[in-house]
């Protein structure tokens, strides 16, 4: 067994989350490796005809203002919501630019990480593209590590009484490419779960299949917005302002915006059992189309199978010959010992047991989990660059984080809020609202936005999106087009006078009470 020490930090994972930490790391000097158990970069967002990553029709669902590197937009001729193709072009692009590859060492699968009194120990191995061993264990010590694997990593496939029972096939979403690819077009589907995957893939069979209506399952029903609201992407209208509202207002707010544009959700009989911002709203441009036209059918939870068909828990059923399950992923983490895996993960809910979902108390800043997040709006780009940051110049020592004590008593209120404010499911269990979460991130080294030092962009600040590189405005590596890109991302009307209309009833309304009262 070989062995390595001349590096500082490793990384773990070259998906997005691992490439934004190795250029930040990079950006401080440090020396780096990164293991990468595929031959490419890019994790999820690198199409393969077979195995994990993105289905062929994939578009991110966020624009491309909200889901970029903060110091590397993407070219102007991409459309707002780019192709997987697009995103794996700009991805490779960025690592390209930023010298980022030569530090990456591709088909080594991460065994064991092992903490050390004075770092960790990372026992590593050669694999070919189907995982087999190539070679023997390799050794690496470092002082750092960042954990960047994401928590996309085992599918969460559930088990159906009766299933012993069901003469169709039962896939995971991790496997569904196309309705072509996957051979549906003859078959009657039903799919379960109504995040974006699920509905995705219920609309890809409704264009493509000839056996129609599609069915989509679901235990807790959605909120479905479109990709635009009133001619603007729709992340377009997060902004500082609606985090500043109070939480049912700001509720209040978003339930009318949506229901102004694709109508009360009972009437598609999506029946959501919680408000629009305790969860993740459901992002699809043709979804009502497609109900509205008997393309797809939405379904209670499935009850039972019985050999030719499913069983719903209003006592309907349909016949079925595919059920594709969008039913979600686990974080897997089978490198890590038992006894760091129980500071960190709690296996049974899904819920990680770290501060700001990056650090473990007992542990402290030596070991980072980048990316375990999942962004109520926007996209996870964001969060990761500025938890990579973070790790970064904690790893330089500029700043420190808080005493065990206090990082689990902030964790407690934490889970608290999350626990108040999102609808209890695993899929719930790692959201954060983005914009605060980042800004407070921001916040421990110098790079949260102030309004008093970006005088000019002060109501692009308040009432725009911004897009990532408002959180290169300031601070450590802050970047010189860092304005001018923050002027560029559009500040949708509706914010804009909406805003300055609910600033002059209320100057009106305390002018009123100062004549009347003083």
């Given at each position: 067994?070989?062995?390595h ?6 990384v773990?994972?070259?998906?997005i989350?691992?490439?934004?930490t190795?250029?930040?790391?990079l ?56 192709h ?32 050390l ?7 590593s ?51 569904y490419?196309?309705?072509?690819s ?16 699920a ?28 990709n ?17 509202l ?21 009437r ?11 969860t ?12 509205q036209?008997?393309?797809?059918e ?5 009850a ?25 992923y ?51 780009l ?8 973070w ?7 500029k ?10 008593h ?13 609808y ?16 407070e991130?921001?916040s ?26 408002q ?8 970047w010189?087009?860092?304005?001018e890109v ?6 949708t ?14 100057t ?11």
């Open positions: 067994m070989s062995s020490s001349g590096y500082d930090v490793a773990i994972g070259a998906g989350s691992g490439i934004a190795a250029k930040c790391l950006d401080d000097k440090f020396k780096i490796i990164v293991f990468e158990q595929t031959d490419h970069i890019g994790g999820l967002w690198h199409f393969t005809e077979h195995g994990y990553g993105v289905m062929r029709f994939t578009h991110i669902n966020v624009s491309k203002h909200n889901y970029c590197f903060s110091d590397f937009p993407f070219p102007d001729d991409i459309p707002d919501y780019p997987h193709s697009h995103m794996a072009e700009y991805i490779n692009s960025y690592a390209e630019h930023f010298g980022i590859r030569d530090h990456i060492s591709f088909k080594t699968k991460v065994d064991r990480i092992e903490q009194p004075e770092g960790w120990k990372i026992k191995v050669k694999v070919d593209n189907a995982g087999r061993h190539q070679g023997g264990y390799e050794e690496t010590f470092v002082k750092f590590v960042a954990i960047a694997t994401g928590h996309h990593a085992k599918p969460n496939i559930p088990h159906f009484d009766g299933q012993e029972r069901f003469s169709g096939q039962i896939l995971h979403s991790i496997d490419k196309d309705a072509i996957n051979e549906l077009m003859e078959k009657k589907v039903v799919v379960v779960g109504i995040g974006n995957s509905v995705d893939v219920a609309v890809n069979v409704a264009e493509l299949g000839r056996k129609k209506p599609v069915c989509i399952s679901t235990r807790s029903g959605a909120w479905v917005v479109p635009y609201v009133h001619g603007y992407p729709t992340d377009h209208y997060a902004c500082r302002l609606f985090f500043w109070p939480w049912s207002l700001s509720n209040f707010v978003f339930q009318l915006i949506i229901q102004s544009v694709v109508g009360s959700p009972w598609w009989n999506l029946n959501p059992k919680m408000k629009a911002r305790q993740q709203p459901t992002v699809s441009p043709t979804l009502i189309h497609h109900i036209r008997r393309n797809i939405v379904k209670p939870n499935i039972a199978l019985e050999r030719n068909n499913v069983v719903f828990t209003d006592g309907t059923k349909t016949a079925s010959d595919v059920i594709v399950c969008c039913t979600g686990h974080i897997y983490l089978p490198f890590l010992d038992n006894k760091i895996k129980d500071q960190v993960l709690e296996e049974s809910s899904n819920r990680i047991k770290l501060f700001k979902n990056v650090f473990a108390p007992e542990i402290g800043a030596s070991l980072a989990f980048i990316g375990f997040t999942q962004p109520a709006s926007g996209g996870l964001s969060v990761s660059e500025i938890q990579a940051r790790f970064s110049e904690l790893c330089k020592g700043t420190k984080l808080p005493s065990a004590e206090k990082m689990f902030n964790m407690k209120q934490d889970q608290q809020r999350s626990e108040s404010t999102y209890a499911s695993a899929r719930h269990t790692i959201q954060q609202d983005p914009i605060p979460y980042i800004d991130i921001a421990y080294f110098g790079a949260k936005p102030q309004l008093w030092r970006h005088p000019s962009l002060a109501w692009n600040l308040i009432v725009g999106s911004c897009g990532a590189a959180w290169r405005l300031q601070g450590p590596h802050k010189n087009k860092a304005k923050v002027r560029s991302v559009p500040i009307p509706l914010m804009h006078y909406g805003t300055i209309t609910l600033l002059v009833l209320i009106i309304i305390v002018t009123f009470i100062l004549l009347k009262f003083c």
